[in-house]
């Protein structure tokens, strides 16, 4: 059972600081079985107790292979089901879009899952019939809502709210970005812009660059922390490498 949480309003949201940080938890694989939890969860989410039945895969389309659409599939992955490990539904929706991440919201109810090259946001009701998910809302409007954030990446619970970190912006399409603030409903909050070393934002500098760049995001609530990590804009990771390596001596 799915346990739905108390929609309440984010009492603040923490001014990230002026530098990039990133953690990697490798631990022990078996031959045979291997033993994971969801580190890189939002703390926010409900828990699951016991045997998942679904995993909801967010795919990309590609031109020449079926209807060449972004498409979010549904694979089961109960051992007592007479489906396991087989893929029991998929859902188009309608172009492509460079899907990338998918997250969970805090009740785990909805799937976000965002696109990199059209910057539209995907919002599924996996909790109505979680074999066959619904595409309730598409969010088109997110550049022109968030002020000039392109490139959703990371979709992440906070409570009653999700947050997106974007990888570039319409006026140069580099890496300068922000977080951006919806509810759950899909409905825009605020906008937060990355530090940079021509305006901080508030924050208290640590490192040597501040560059306004936006990558991942994680929350440790116990240090009421933030923190993001860097890449690179969509002019750089928008590109066609394989032209660009033929041209290449």
């Not at 292979?65 to 029991?88: A, F, R």
């Not at 530090?195 to 640590?206: F, H, R, V």
């Not at 609530?221 to 990590?229: A, G």
Request: aromatic residues 10%.
């Amino acid at each position: 059972m799915i346990t739905t949480k108390k929609n309440k309003p984010l009492n603040r949201l923490m001014t990230a600081c002026a530098f990039a940080a990133s953690t990697l938890v490798l631990t022990g694989i078996g031959m045979i079985s291997a033993q994971a939890d969801e580190t890189c969860q939002s703390p926010y989410m409900a828990k699951i107790v016991g045997q998942e039945d679904f995993v909801y895969v967010w795919t990309l389309g590609v031109e020449g292979v079926g209807d060449e659409q972004d498409k979010l599939v549904t694979v089961d992955v109960n051992p007592k089901s007479p489906n396991y490990g087989k893929v029991v539904n998929s859902l188009s929706v309608g172009g492509r879009n460079e899907a990338h991440h998918s997250g969970y919201t805090d009740d785990r109810q909805y799937l976000w899952a965002g696109s990199l090259d059209t910057s539209k946001l995907f919002v599924f009701d996996v909790h109505t019939d979680p074999a066959k998910p619904k595409l309730t809302k598409t969010i088109t409007d997110f550049v022109a809502k968030s002020g000039g954030v392109v490139g959703p990446h990371t979709t992440y619970a906070l409570p009653g709210r999700m947050i997106i970190t974007g990888l570039s912006n319409n006026k140069d399409h580099g890496g300068r970005t922000a977080v951006v603030e919806y509810t759950n409903e899909g409905e825009y909050i605020a906008t937060h812009w990355t530090p940079t070393d021509s305006n901080l934002e508030g924050a208290i500098k640590t490192g040597k660059y501040a560059d306004g760049y936006g990558y991942d995001l994680r929350v440790l609530p116990r240090r009421n922390l933030m923190l993001t990590s860097s890449f690179t804009g969509w002019s750089n990771y928008m590109m066609d490498f394989g032209k660009k390596n033929a041209r290449r001596p």
